[in-house]
Antibody
């Protein structure tokens, strides 16, 4: 079955770079697209970006200058890198498979706190 | 960016009752290919969002027929009939027609 699992540091210092990994199983990244979505504590959902099955990417313009999404298809992993972190980047970060039916499978999420 | 406005923000319901959530977009969600990419999610406390309805009115695998979606253009509705305890949580609409993809602000379905 399709599964996604996020991993990464729980705490990042302000101005530093966040690096997260989404490890997928039950699907191939060469025929599936994966997105990153985040949710600040007690708030709503924000789409961050997508890496398409062909390896192309699209990003939310609000954070595009700080964000990079890449992948390693041989390891079934998708990576998120976001620089210049601030306290407002404190959030639960989710990866999810994207299809024309929307985000149909989600990971459990990883909580990232930006604090010194 | 397309702004997705959900109402109400909070919706008290009785078990066995009916609930209706509105989602309005600041521009039409009809894609140039003719499809409308409006989807609905439920996020239960402490969990990831789960897909309920995709492309306006299609129930995702395993979703009970108590959930139904309707609408067109800029105006969409999620209806839940015979509300059960496992239906409580935060509901979000999502548009994936226009970049950046955007979510509604959420509706909390809670017990009256």
């Amino acid at each position: 079955q399709v599964q996604l699992k996020e991993s990464g540091p729980g705490l990042v210092q302000p101005s530093q770079t966040l690096s997260l990994t989404c490890t997928v199983s039950g699907l191939s990244l060469t025929s599936n697209s994966v997105s990153w979505i985040r949710q600040p504590p007690g708030k709503g959902l924000e789409w961050m970006g997508v890496i398409w099955s062909n390896g192309g990417t699209d990003y939310n313009s609000a954070i595009k200058s700080r964000l990079s999404i890449s992948r390693d298809t041989s390891k079934s992993q998708v990576f998120l890198k976001m620089n210049s972190l601030q306290t407002e980047d404190t959030a639960m970060y989710f990866c999810a498979r994207f299809r024309s039916s929307g985000f149909d499978y989600w990971g459990q999420g990883v909580m990232v706190t930006v604090s010194s | 960016d397309v702004v997705m406005t959900q109402t109400p923000v909070s919706l008290p319901v009785s078990l066995g009752g009916q609930a209706s959530i509105s989602c309005r977009s600041s521009q039409s969600l009809v894609h140039s290919n003719g499809n409308t990419y409006l989807h609905w999610y439920l996020q239960k406390p402490g969990q990831s969002p789960q897909l309920l309805i995709y492309r306006v009115s299609n129930r995702f695998s395993g979703v009970p027929d108590r959930f139904s979606g309707s609408g067109s253009g800029t105006d969409f509705t999620l209806k839940i009939s015979r509300v059960e305890p496992e239906d409580l949580g935060d509901y979000y609409c999502l548009q994936s027609t226009h970049f950046p993809w955007t979510f509604g602000g959420g509706t909390k379905l809670e017990l009256k």
